[in-house]
């Protein structure tokens, strides 16, 4: 059997064009993929015994002189008993190279970065910052991907042989006239130095940083509605996207508005000779005042209906109205003038006919 013909190449070529053919060869007859297929299974095992003479330089000048056949331990089946981790740094490497290439011809992926979770915070504003909308800062303690193992959890470092196996792989262990050899456990068996945890996360791959941000709230936010700040939860292991954050929003409740959707209601104070006479009446409001026409005949409890003057919508649509609500208010009477009128108007109005008077309806 033509060592070199197996391989596909010249009796002149570089270990480096040996590994290449040999990696190109095994993807394509190995046993893993073409399970049951004896044909590939033998001309995989070919594949095998002409790298493993060839990438020995003593082995291949032994071939090439004609002085020895392929030792008969690399014609074994599979990998049954086959200790890939005793042939050597050049050969782990290889064959850690290979495998690495067929899983990813055949579907195998790097786990995929997972995000990070979300944060929750509550902030509580006034009523009036909830009608003109505001800017409220808060401190945040959160997780961020480290800058500078950006997540790996590892130092960069250049690649370097095991200390403690010198690039083999294995330990060995001599016992009198025996020799036991074991998987290195400072390396794990491929020979290279493990890599160190990052000096600036210690190998979490995060770092707790906190940091003042601003919110903004927008007009017409209304209590336990939430906020969402993209991008600003706790950062994704090995260097995933980072969560969001939700603000809950609490609405201190006002002494005088009461908030009804998008609409306003405010009760407005109508002393009787207004109700009865009729009046234009100012109601301050968080952007201003507001004239209300007061008719004659005002009855207590009626409504009045102001377009356009209550909350914004956060959505996008309308913004609502001002409900303002009439109350008669009686005067204190606080000398006899005040009495005299008072009994002088109850002689020209019967109270019994007011009583009997169908309630007056609110006005929109």
């Given at each position: 059997m033509d060592l070199y013909a197996v391989l596909g190449v010249r009796q002149d070529a570089s270990e480096t064009e040996i590994k290449r053919a040999y990696r190109r060869l095994a993807r394509r007859f190995h046993p893993d993929i073409n399970p049951g297929d004896r044909e590939a299974a033998a001309?995989?095992?070919?594949?095998?015994?002409?790298?493993?003479?060839?990438?020995?330089?003593?082995?291949?000048?032994?071939?090439?002189?004609?002085?020895?056949?392929?030792?008969?331990?690399?014609?074994?089946?599979?990998?049954?008993?086959?200790?890939?981790?005793?042939?050597?740094?050049?050969?782990?490497?290889?064959?850690?190279?290979?495998?690495?290439?067929?899983?990813?011809?055949?579907?195998?992926?790097?786990?995929?970065?997972?995000?990070?979770?979300?944060?929750?915070?509550?902030?509580?504003?006034?009523?009036?910052?909830?009608?003109?909308?505001?800017?409220?800062?808060?401190?945040?303690?959160?997780?961020?991907?480290?800058?500078?193992?950006?997540?790996?959890?590892?130092?960069?470092?250049?690649?370097?042989?095991?200390?403690?196996?010198?690039?083999?792989?294995?330990?060995?262990?001599?016992?009198?006239?025996?020799v036991f050899s074991r998987s290195c456990n400072a390396c794990g068996g491929t020979g290279q130095q493990p890599p160190r945890p990052c000096p600036s996360c210690t190998g979490a791959g995060y770092d707790v940083r906190t940091e003042r941000i601003t919110v903004r709230l927008p007009p017409g936010i209304a209590d336990g509605e939430h906020v969402r700040l993209p991008a600003k939860g706790d950062a994704g292991p090995r260097g995933g996207p980072a969560g969001d954050l939700y603000v809950a929003v609490h609405v201190v409740p006002d002494p005088h508005f009461r908030r009804e959707g998008s609409?306003?209601?405010?009760?407005?104070?109508?002393?009787?000779?207004?109700?009865?006479?009729?009046?234009?009446?100012?109601?301050?409001?968080?952007?201003?005042?507001?004239?209300?026409?007061?008719?004659?005949?005002?009855?207590?409890?009626?409504?009045?209906r102001i377009r356009e003057r209550g909350m914004a919508s956060t959505r996008g649509g309308p913004r609502g109205d001002l409900v303002v609500e009439a109350r008669l208010m009686l005067p204190a009477v606080l000398d006899e003038r005040s009495r005299a009128l008072l009994r002088e108007f109850g002689e020209i109005n019967d109270g019994a006919e007011i009583r009997r008077a169908p309630p007056a309806e609110s006005q929109e």
């Open positions: 001309h995989f095992q070919q594949v095998l015994e002409a790298y493993e003479t060839l990438i020995d330089r003593e082995r291949r000048g032994r071939y090439d002189s004609g002085e020895a056949a392929p030792p008969p331990e690399a014609r074994r089946s599979g990998f049954e008993g086959f200790d890939f981790s005793s042939r050597g740094p050049d050969y782990s490497a290889t064959f850690g190279d290979l495998m690495a290439e067929v899983l990813i011809e055949h579907g195998a992926r790097r786990p995929a970065a997972v995000r990070g979770t979300d944060l929750h915070h509550d902030i509580r504003i006034s009523f009036a910052d909830s009608f003109t909308g505001c800017e409220q800062a808060l401190t945040l303690t959160r997780r961020e991907t480290c800058r500078i193992c950006r997540g790996a959890g590892v130092a960069r470092a250049a690649a370097g042989p095991c200390g403690l196996c010198q690039g083999q792989g294995v330990v060995r262990t001599v016992r009198g006239h025996m609409d306003l209601h405010v009760v407005l104070p109508v002393a009787v000779h207004e109700g009865g006479l009729g009046a234009r009446i100012e109601v301050p409001v968080f952007d201003g005042t507001v004239k209300v026409r007061i008719p004659p005949g005002t009855q207590s409890g009626q409504q009045f």
